[in-house]
């Protein structure tokens, strides 16, 4: 008899187990289930919430005002198409229509312009702190190569941008203009932000 209960309390107790870790299973996949405002859903299902707070932060810091001497000021508002290489090391190419902008290679993307007023900040704006003549570009990162960015206002007038390395000591960031690589340019940093904007960071969310 004393078997027969022990028995029977032990298949209880196995019951009760069984139904916790039930329980406790699901409550684990429900928090892990991603909300409908963090999964993107859209053409870059890849897009994480981190990387979104990244982008708030390059567009914060495209407000800032760096130090040195301008080299390129140019108002936004005098821009008719510009091209970039975005982070994942494609040159994309806008043009401004109308009150917004069309990315060129795909006109069916609707592009987020407040985005690119941000994008903008940096190409518009550039300033140097040194400057450094050299018969040997590519010790800064620059040749024909680079990361490549352009500014074509309403007169026709182009300015090419080319990225180079970043100084791991000091986080300056060197630069040339129109392909003349015989002078570097010194930038404090904050233009190599804009080479961290990717597509999917400039396609306006539904």
Known sequence: MKNI??????KIILIIVAVVLLVLLLVFALVQ???????????FPFISKEEGSHVDFLDSESEKNDKGENI?????????????TDSHGILLNFERKDEGWVYIDDITLNINSTRID?????????KFVDSIVTDK???YGLSQDSLEYAIND?????????????DESTGNVYFALNYDFSTI??????LKNVSEYAIEDLIAVK
Do not use: H, R
């Not at 309403?154 to 300015?159: E, I």
């Open 185 to 190: 340019y010194v930038n404090e940093g904050k």
């Open 33 to 43: 289930k991603p909300s409908d405002n963090e999964s993107s859903g859209g053409l």
């Open 118 to 126: 941000k994008v903008l900040n940096y190409l518009t704006d550039i």
């Open 154 to 166: 309403a007169n026709g007038n182009t300015t090419l941008i080319s990225l180079g390395n970043v």
């Open 5 to 10: 209960i022990n028995s029977k309390y032990s």
């Open 137 to 139: 570009p590519e010790d």
């Open 72 to 84: 390129l000021l140019i108002p936004k508002e005098e821009v008719y198409s510009f091209k970039m």
